[in-house]
């Protein structure tokens, strides 16, 4: 759990650093950095989108869990939570939904994520998950600086789904699979490119509701 524990802490702390940064910045360079966001956001979704060796199968996955996750009204759920978080915080901040939200789903998809929390579960080697504590660092104090304190209550997200596959990681070792994570990561950049999009308001996807296909991208890997 050492490299669960130390990738949240780094969220915790990069959101502290951008929410504080934030407070002097004016509306203009707020502005244009949340629309730099939005754009590496989209750019990382491609990249992991496009790594995918059979697109067919990909889409397959994000269209019968986007259906899935539609009539499970996931979006909804997390949404609430994310309003429940808002209030026991006491925070005014009105995208503190969209900010927990997209940092939670950026933060849990990627093939970092899977094999550092495995390889720390079943080894105690952390290395992998330490470098992912520092790029999540960093881009946390970019995101708080725009989008406010929800970003740094995506931390419990991680320490939930990232802590519990570090302690399940005998038990999932099969996600350590090349296709596994190919599949993974291709299903979850479709995802990112959607938090992109929603960044730049060009509209608004109910990213939750995407979440299922990551699970059938591992299903289909698994049992084909």
């Known amino acids: 759990m050492t490299g669960t524990i130390v990738n949240t802490g780094a969220i915790i702390a990069g959101s502290v650093i951008g929410i504080s940064a934030g407070r002097f910045l004016s509306e203009r360079i707020k502005t244009i950095v949340v629309q730099a966001l939005g754009l ?95 790029l999540d660092g960093v881009a946390s104090i970019a995101f708080a600086s725009t989008l406010g304190i929800g970003v740094a209550f995506s931390a419990l997200s991680v320490l939930i789904v990232q802590g519990s596959i570090t302690l399940l990681s005998s038990k999932l070792l099969f996600m350590q699979n090349p296709a596994v994570i190919e599949a993974v990561t291709a299903s979850g950049g479709l995802l990112i490119i959607g938090i992109g999009t929603n960044i730049l308001g060009l509209t608004k996807i109910r990213i939750g509701n995407f979440i299922p296909a990551l699970l059938y991208a591992i299903l289909w890997t698994v049992f084909t």
């Open 40 to 134: 590496s956001v989209i750019f990382m979704g491609l990249k992991m989108s496009l790594s995918g060796k059979e697109p067919i199968v990909i889409i397959g996955c994000v269209l019968l869990g986007a259906i899935t996750g539609e009539l499970m009204r996931i979006e909804q759920g997390v949404e609430y939570l994310g309003r429940w978080l808002n209030a026991r915080a006491r925070s005014d901040s009105s995208t503190f939904v969209q900010g927990f939200v997209s940092a939670s789903v950026l933060y849990l998809t990627g093939a970092m994520m899977i094999v550092g929390s495995i390889q720390d579960g079943s080894s105690g080697d952390a290395s992998i998950l330490y470098i992912k504590s520092l």
